[in-house]
């Protein structure tokens, strides 16, 4: 009942306007990162820095929330910088990564780091280790479901499609190679971006909060 409760808590911040906005704003950022800050190391390998806007959806707004937003990213973002051809499967594993952020994240009170040394930041992780962890659980999670098994899934199945010849040993062999090859890069990726979510979530949340708290105490003043 919580897992379920998690969606539907989050479909109400959907009447909020606050929500709408802050939602909209971090759908832009995506996009700008998706544009200005990636690379195609390969034609099935990127690196992209978009993950902090939506994990900060989700962290804000929950699954519900997180999951639309990737929707409008996707499909937003292949109209104004078409690659390849639309499928509405890789939408899909964009709509998986919101979920689990918003899973992981949703109303989470980020551990704010110690940036004096680098031993001072990771006593203050390791001091709030069950906090952390849930980074590190969201990270992993979207790593493992989105990246090593619906990507090269739906990469392999959509290349036998356009083949006109689909075989299932060929189809598990390509799956295998594609998981080898995103493994590297996932186990290099992985730890910097629970790095730069460690980072990154708790400013983004003391402003938000600062911001929020300005605009009441302006409009009780008012």
Partial sequence: MAFFGSFKKSAAELKSLRCLSVTALLIALDLVLKFFLNWQITEDLKISFAFVAIASIGMLYGPTVGA???????????????????????????????????????????????????KAFFKSILSNLVTSLRVVFAKVSVAVVCNLIMTPLFITLQKQLEAGDFTPE??????????GTRLIKNLIEVPVHILILMLTLF????????????????????
């Fill in 68 to 118: 639309l937003a990737c929707v409008v990213t996707d499909v937003v973002g292949y109209f104004l910088k078409p690659t390849g051809s639309f499928s509405p499967l890789f939408t899909l594993v964009e709509v998986m990564g919101g979920v689990l952020y918003g899973l992981f994240l949703y109303g989470f009170n980020p551990t704010k780091p110690d940036l004096e040394s680098p």
């Fill in 170 to 179: 060929v189809f598990w062999v390509g799956f295998i190679s594609r998981i």
């Fill in 203 to 222: 400013p983004i949340m003391a402003a938000y909060r600062a911001i929020f708290k300005q605009n009441r105490a302006t409009m009780k003043n008012s």
